[in-house]
């Protein structure tokens, strides 16, 4: 297990858990990044220090701090 | 449960994720008639207009916060829930329109399930349908009506398609509700989070509820993900914070994740729907994946942004010039043709002086706007402009800024005025303000003038100006930039905190610009600026002119006017062209000397002596004061000002040679010199900090709706460019500068 950002791009994961303040936690789980969920890294811009996901059929940016907060096992 | 009558007026709420539409949807059901307020009690900004439905009829439209829930954190969140299930003392809509982008369909069904368990009826309407066919996929509106149990009518919002439709289903559901009234989609099995929301229901207060079950259940449900120990939330009464209190405790004691049951059971019925009328071509890759290896590949990506990112410096700073200086010329001659059929006098001059000038200070800003937001328009509308917001993310972010403060602020090098109205490509209201206090201080073209003068008279006029020279200029613009950046920063860190919001960034798919929408954008933000911003600019210029003209004192003009006719009766009977010419310079030498005794006499002249006492320890003399005082019209005007008070005419620029010998020369009572080189750079950092533009204030008061915003901005500018001259005056003095 590791956490999203430390994915390479390209790759592809699921979800096993979200962790955080509450507040934050539910956010990213509101925004449909829920234990259980496939998803695929598909870019990494690291000047802006963002990621690029595919999650639920669309596309999804978030900051590498918050990625650090999702929980991945790779597929 | 009521609705309202046929007879009155009803209300419709526009409700959505943020960048979905949502307010080109509002401005085309209102044909862009806004009126912006403020939601009661609070300073969060409303939009409300009318639309006409068929038949005649009218209903009120009313914009509500971009969200992605309806679970609140803060007392402005808690507004985007007050508005839709029409909270007292929030009117109860009579329906909400829900804008969706059908490419992010999961995601945003998730804000519409939460609503349409609020039981107000709902129309969803799906935008962006063309973006979503580009990535290869298709929704089928039908089962997706079916599923929600609510009408969905697609949309291109942009291009202005699906509009009609709306209309028509708004007009449908107003006279019938119940067809878009299906009751809750996703209910939880009877069990402990059942129990939690039939505890939590008794204390959801009547004023909320209105005696109907299902929005009291979905209260207690949108309690329970909102109000915790993190967040204070006005206005939601003790017992039921008390008991959403006891409710989580006990469920987290138990073990139970309230968050993840209540998410998840609305997600479990959303991916179900969603695979049942999401058709999906076998994956290809999009052209829009193929264009961001390029504009967001990590070093071409980045050198592309900043080519672009200087062609757009370039086209407003320089390119806008000829233009402008048409635009002058213009004006000159409209002035000049006014002032022939006039004729000398008061009148001539209040109209050549007064309104022409007035007229010719707020159009001669149209090149930069309409060059500004030509470019915004076609990155919004390509696509591109959601990337800035990404490449330029982490920077801005360490100063407190969005991603998308970039363009304005970069805008802000040539001119505050375009750069504050293209803060709207902002969501936040809390961004948008950040970005409007801070961008004034970013060394817009109007200092360059002000600053080459000053930076000319710090040498001797028999001197030519070095090097040191153009690094002072760089400095001063490093110095704009820095002041700038740390403002934002303080303030974000202060008065304009923002709540933290994680997920910010949607990238949507490159589309090819359509140009009638981004003209038509483009048109409408020149309206607005003309309209408001532009009869207050006009105003202020009228009353500056008229400080520097009046009183008018015939004792003090006669003199010169004795001077003048003895030059010209001696004109009349010279033979010889150098006689001639002599005679000509002589008599506009006195026409000077009478202009700047009558500013010296002016109103701004006294205001200038007025003021003295209080710019005296920034090195500073009543005449800097004037300039000061007749620069609120712009920045550029000290110069001209400067001229027509040391007497060497108005039509003098930075370079002047006269202007700069008598600035050299002139002195203190006392015989010190006035503008020594320290007392020229306590001045230029005045300029660089203080509020000196008052279309500047106009559009601010404009973009915030009040002049709360503008009175701040220039009062904190104010005494931030008192206090740094001051700094540098003063320890200049004691270090023997002077």
Same mark, same amino acid.
Not at chain 2, 161 to 177: H, K
Not at chain 2, 406 to 433: H, K, N, Q, W, Y
């Given at each position: 297990?590791?956490?999203?950002?430390?994915?390479?791009?390209?790759?592809?994961?699921?979800?096993?858990?979200?962790?955080?303040?509450?507040?934050?936690?539910?956010?990213?789980?509101?925004?449909?990044?829920?234990?259980?969920?496939?998803?695929?890294?598909?870019?990494?811009?690291?000047?802006?220090?963002?990621?690029?996901?595919?999650?639920?059929?669309?596309?999804?940016?978030?900051?590498?701090?918050?990625?650090?907060?999702?929980?991945?096992?790779?597929? | 449960?009521?609705?309202?009558?046929?007879?009155?007026?009803?209300? %419709?709420?526009?409700?959505?994720?943020?960048?979905?539409?949502?307010?080109?949807?509002?401005?085309?059901?209102?044909?862009?008639?806004?009126?912006?307020?403020?939601?009661?009690?609070?300073?969060?900004?409303?939009?409300?207009?009318?639309?006409?439905?068929?038949?005649?009829?009218?209903?009120?439209?009313?914009?509500?916060?971009?969200?992605?829930?309806?679970?609140?954190?803060?007392?402005?969140?808690?507004?985007?829930?007050?508005?839709?299930?029409?909270?007292?003392?929030?009117?109860?809509?009579?329906?909400?329109?829900?804008?969706?982008?059908?490419?992010?369909?999961?995601?945003?069904?998730?804000?519409?399930?939460?609503? %349409?368990?609020?039981?107000?009826?709902?129309?969803?309407?799906?935008?962006?349908?063309?973006?979503?066919?580009?990535?290869?996929?298709?929704?089928?509106?039908?089962?997706?009506?079916?599923?929600?149990?609510?009408?969905?009518?697609?949309?291109?919002?942009?291009?202005?398609?699906?509009?009609?439709?709306?209309?028509?289903?708004?007009?449908?559901?107003?006279?019938?509700?119940?067809?878009?009234?299906?009751?809750?989609?996703?209910?939880?099995?009877?069990?402990?989070?059942?129990?939690?929301?039939?505890?939590?229901?008794?204390?959801?207060?009547?004023?909320?509820?209105?005696?109907?079950?299902?929005?009291?259940?979905?209260?207690?449900?949108?309690?329970?993900?909102?109000?915790?120990?993190?967040?204070?939330?006005?206005?939601?009464?003790?017992?039921?914070?008390?008991?959403?209190?006891?409710?989580?405790?006990?469920?987290?004691?138990?073990?139970?994740?309230?968050?993840?049951?209540?998410?998840?059971?609305?997600?479990?019925?959303?991916?179900?729907?969603?695979?049942?009328?999401?058709?999906?071509?076998?994956?290809?890759?999009?052209?829009?994946?193929?264009?961001?290896?390029?504009?967001?590949?990590?070093?071409?990506?980045?050198?592309?942004?900043?080519?672009?990112?200087?062609?757009?410096?370039?086209?407003?700073?320089?390119?806008?010039?000829?233009?402008?200086?048409?635009?002058?010329?213009?004006?000159?001659?409209?002035?000049?043709?006014?002032?022939?059929?006039?004729?000398?006098?008061?009148?001539?001059?209040?109209?050549?002086?007064?309104?022409?000038?007035?007229?010719?200070?707020?159009?001669?800003?149209?090149?930069?706007?309409?060059?500004?937001?030509?470019?915004?328009?076609?990155?919004?509308?390509?696509?591109?402009?959601?990337?800035?917001?990404?490449?330029?993310?982490?920077?801005?972010?360490?100063?407190?800024?969005?991603?998308?403060?970039?363009?304005?602020?970069?805008?802000?090098?040539?001119?505050?005025?375009?750069?504050?109205?293209?803060?709207?490509?902002?969501?936040?209201?809390?961004?948008?303000?950040?970005?409007?206090?801070?961008?004034?201080?970013?060394?817009?073209?109007?200092?360059?003038?002000?600053?080459?003068?000053?930076?000319?008279?710090?040498?001797?006029?028999?001197?030519?100006?070095?090097?040191?020279?153009?690094?002072?200029?760089?400095?001063?613009?490093?110095?704009?930039?820095?002041?700038?950046?740390?403002?934002?920063?303080?303030?974000?860190?202060?008065?304009?905190?923002?709540?933290?919001?994680?997920?910010?960034?949607?990238?949507?798919?490159?589309?090819?610009?359509?140009?009638?929408?981004?003209?038509?954008?483009?048109?409408?933000?020149?309206?607005?600026?003309?309209?408001?911003?532009?009869? %207050?600019?006009?105003?202020?210029?009228?009353?500056?002119?008229?400080?520097?003209?009046?009183?008018?004192?015939?004792?003090?003009?006669?003199?010169?006017?004795?001077?003048?006719?003895?030059?010209?009766?001696?004109?009349?009977?010279?033979?010889?062209?150098?006689?001639?010419?002599?005679?000509?310079?002589?008599?506009?030498?006195?026409?000077?000397?009478?202009?700047?005794?009558?500013?010296?006499?002016?109103?701004?002249?006294?205001?200038?002596?007025? %003021?003295?006492?209080?710019?005296?320890?920034?090195?500073?003399?009543?005449?800097?004061?004037?300039?000061?005082?007749?620069?609120?019209?712009?920045?550029?005007?000290?110069?001209?000002?400067?001229?027509?008070?040391?007497?060497?005419?108005?039509?003098?620029?930075?370079?002047?040679?006269?202007?700069?010998?008598?600035?050299?020369?002139?002195?203190?009572?006392?015989?010190?010199?006035?503008?020594?080189?320290?007392?020229?750079?306590?001045?230029?950092?005045?300029?660089?900090?203080?509020?000196?533009?008052?279309?500047?204030?106009?559009?601010?008061?404009?973009?915030?709706?009040?002049?709360?915003?503008?009175?701040?901005?220039?009062?904190?500018?104010?005494?931030?460019?008192?206090?740094?001259?001051?700094?540098?005056?003063?320890?200049?003095?004691?270090?023997?500068?002077?």
């Amino acid at each position: 297990m590791t956490s999203l950002d430390q994915l390479q791009e390209g790759a592809t994961a699921t979800l096993v858990s979200v962790d955080g303040q509450p507040t934050l936690r539910r956010r990213l789980m509101e925004m449909g990044l829920l234990p259980g969920t496939p998803l695929q890294l598909i870019r990494r811009l690291d000047l802006g220090g963002v990621l690029e996901l595919e999650v639920r059929r669309s596309r999804l940016s978030i900051r590498h701090g918050e990625a650090t907060h999702l929980h991945v096992v790779r597929t | 449960m009521q609705t309202a009558t046929a007879s009155s007026t009803p209300t %419709i709420v526009i409700a959505g994720n943020p960048n979905t539409g949502k307010s080109t949807v509002f401005n085309q059901l209102t044909g862009g008639r806004a009126k912006i307020g403020n939601y009661p009690g609070v300073t969060v900004e409303r939009s409300t207009g009318r639309t006409m439905l068929p038949g005649g009829r009218l209903a009120t439209v009313n914009d509500s916060p971009g969200t992605y829930s309806l679970a609140s954190r803060s007392s402005e969140e808690l507004l985007a829930v007050e508005s839709i299930a029409g909270i007292d003392p929030l009117p109860r809509p009579d329906l909400v329109v829900v804008t969706v982008d059908a490419s992010q369909l999961s995601r945003n069904l998730y804000l519409v399930l939460q609503i %349409i368990e609020l039981r107000v009826p709902v129309i969803v309407a799906l935008n962006m349908t063309d973006t979503l066919a580009e990535s290869g996929q298709r929704i089928d509106v039908s089962t997706l009506e079916r599923e929600l149990g609510v009408p969905v009518v697609p949309m291109m919002a942009r291009r202005g398609t699906g509009l009609g439709d709306l209309v028509r289903t708004v007009d449908r559901v107003l006279q019938e509700p119940s067809v878009a009234l299906p009751g809750w989609r996703w209910t939880p099995q009877p069990g402990p989070l059942t129990e939690d929301i039939a505890a939590i229901a008794d204390t959801v207060p009547e004023t909320w509820h209105h005696g109907c079950d299902d929005r009291r259940r979905a209260l207690a449900l949108w309690a329970l993900l909102s109000i915790d120990a993190e967040h204070y939330l006005a206005g939601v009464p003790g017992s039921l914070r008390q008991r959403t209190a006891e409710r989580r405790e006990a469920a987290g004691s138990a073990g139970r994740d309230l968050d993840r049951e209540i998410i998840e059971g609305r997600y479990a019925w959303i991916d179900s729907c969603v695979s049942r009328c999401l058709r999906e071509d076998p994956r290809r890759v999009s052209i829009t994946d193929r264009v961001d290896r390029l504009l967001l590949h990590p070093a071409l990506g980045l050198f592309l942004f900043l080519a672009m990112m200087t062609i757009i410096f370039q086209a407003l700073f320089t390119g806008a010039d000829p233009l402008i200086g048409l635009i002058e010329e213009g004006v000159a001659r409209v002035g000049h043709a006014a002032g022939t059929v006039l004729g000398p006098g008061l009148p001539g001059e209040f109209v050549v002086n007064g309104v022409i000038e007035g007229v010719g200070a707020f159009v001669v800003f149209l090149p930069q706007i309409l060059m500004l937001f030509l470019f915004i328009g076609l990155m919004e509308d390509s696509g591109y402009m959601a990337r800035v917001a990404v490449l330029m993310d982490r920077v801005m972010k360490s100063m407190g800024l969005h991603g998308r403060a970039f363009v304005p602020m970069l805008s802000g090098f040539a001119c505050a005025v375009p750069a504050i109205l293209a803060t709207r490509t902002m969501e936040r209201r809390r961004d948008r303000l950040l970005t409007m206090m801070a961008l004034p201080l970013m060394t817009c073209s109007a200092r360059l003038p002000v600053y080459g003068l000053l930076i000319a008279a710090m040498v001797p006029p028999w001197q030519e100006g070095g090097f040191s020279q153009g690094l002072l200029m760089a400095f001063m613009y490093l110095f704009g930039t820095a002041m700038a950046l740390i403002v934002a920063w303080v303030m974000s860190k202060t008065m304009l905190r923002g709540s933290y919001i994680p997920l910010v960034i949607e990238m949507p798919p490159y589309r090819v610009p359509h140009w009638p929408s981004v003209w038509r954008m483009v048109m409408r933000r020149v309206g607005d600026f003309m309209k408001t911003a532009g009869t %207050i600019i006009l105003i202020g210029s009228i009353i500056i002119w008229a400080l520097l003209s009046f009183p008018r004192d015939s004792r003090l003009e006669a003199p010169f006017e004795q001077q003048a006719q003895a030059i010209e009766q001696q004109l009349e009977a010279a033979s010889g062209d150098e006689d001639r010419s002599a005679l000509e310079g002589q008599l506009q030498q006195v026409q000077r000397e009478r202009a700047s005794a009558m500013t010296r006499h002016s109103y701004a002249g006294r205001l200038g002596h007025a %003021i003295e006492p209080l710019i005296e320890p920034l090195g500073f003399d009543w005449k800097i004061g004037v300039g000061i005082i007749s620069a609120f019209a712009a920045r550029e005007v000290f110069v001209s000002t400067m001229g027509v008070v040391f007497g060497v005419g108005e039509d003098v620029d930075e370079a002047s040679e006269d202007l700069r010998s008598k600035m050299w020369s002139d002195r203190w009572p006392d015989g010190r010199r006035v503008f020594t080189p320290l007392v020229c750079l306590s001045l230029m950092v005045f300029f660089a900090l203080a509020c000196q533009c008052m279309s500047t204030l106009a559009v601010v008061r404009r973009e915030t709706g009040g002049w709360g915003w503008p009175a701040f901005m220039f009062v904190y500018m104010t005494v931030l460019a008192w206090t740094a001259s001051f700094l540098v005056f003063q320890t200049g003095r004691l270090l023997g500068f002077a």
